[in-house]
C-alpha cells in the first residue's frame, strides 16, 4: 500500500493521468517517489510498480540504468561537477579535485553529516560555458578551481534554501554558454530534480521523507 503524503500522492494521479498507458509514466513517478523517500529505495520502486503496473524488477531496471535516479541518500548540496570533454579542455577535472578537496567528500560519495554529497558527471549542456558544475541541478558556468572553494564555503556558511543558479552563478561563475533569459525565481529546494511539468515543483518537491 502507498503512503505517499497527499500532495505527492495527487501529483502521482496527476503525471499517470497524462499518460495513454500507465507504464509510460515509470520515469516521472520515480521522481516524485525519489522525493518521497529522499532517494529511489526499494520501497519507492515498490510504490512505482504498483503505481504503473509493472513488477519491481522492472521499475528497477529503469532506476538503475539513469544516474539521476539515486539508489541512497544524498546530502543536503550535491555538487555534480562535468568532466566530460569540453570542461575537461578548459580545467573540469581541477575543479572537482578542488570540490573534493574542500568538501572532504570524493567522487561519489556523501560526506558523514550529510551536507555534501559529490559527484563528476557527464555533459550537462553548458559546455560554452566549460566548466561546469551544478549544485542541486541549478547550473553555474565558468567556474575556476578557486570560485568552486569558494562556492562550497559559501553553501557550509550561508544553507541557502531555495538554491538559486542566477545567484550562484552570478556569485561564484563566470563565462556563460548563452544568456540565459527571464531570471528564474523558484531555485531548488533539494537534491532531487523537480520537473515543473511534471508537478513535482514547488513545496512538494523536497528530498527526504
Ligand atoms: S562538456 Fe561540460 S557541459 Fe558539456
Not at 560526506?111 to 566548466?131: K, L, N, R, Y
Request: with cysteine.
Amino acid at each position: 500500500m502507498i503512503t505517499w503524503s497527499k500532495d505527492r500522492a495527487e501529483a502521482a494521479q496527476r503525471i499517470l493521468g497524462s499518460y495513454p498507458e500507465r507504464r509510460s509514466a515509470v520515469m516521472p513517478l520515480l521522481y516524485v517517489a525519489m522525493a518521497e523517500y529522499g532517494y529511489v529505495s526499494e520501497q519507492a520502486m515498490r510504490d512505482v510498480a504498483e503505481l504503473t503496473g509493472l513488477t519491481p524488477v522492472q521499475v528497477s531496471s529503469v532506476a538503475s540504468f539513469y544516474t539521476m535516479y539515486k539508489r541512497e541518500e544524498v546530502g543536503r548540496y550535491l555538487v555534480s561537477v562535468c568532466t566530460s570533454v569540453s570542461c575537461h579542455l578548459l580545467g573540469g577535472d581541477d575543479v572537482l579535485h578542488a570540490v573534493e578537496a574542500e568538501t572532504g567528500v570524493p567522487h561519489g560519495e556523501t560526506g558523514p553529516d550529510g551536507t555534501f554529497s559529490v559527484e563528476h558527471v557527464e555533459c550537462i549542456g553548458a559546455c560554452g560555458g566549460a566548466p561546469a558544475v551544478q549544485v542541486n541541478y541549478e547550473l553555474i558556468e565558468g567556474v575556476t578551481p578557486e570560485k568552486a572553494v569558494e562556492l562550497c564555503q559559501w553553501l557550509n556558511a550561508t544553507e541557502p534554501d531555495p538554491l538559486l543558479g542566477d545567484e550562484m552563478q552570478a556569485l561564484f561563475g563566470g563565462q556563460r554558454s548563452f544568456d540565459w533569459g527571464p531570471s528564474e525565481s523558484t531555485g531548488s529546494k533539494g537534491p532531487v530534480p523537480a520537473f515543473g511539468p511534471y508537478s513535482t515543483a514547488g513545496t512538494d518537491r523536497l528530498a527526504g521523507p
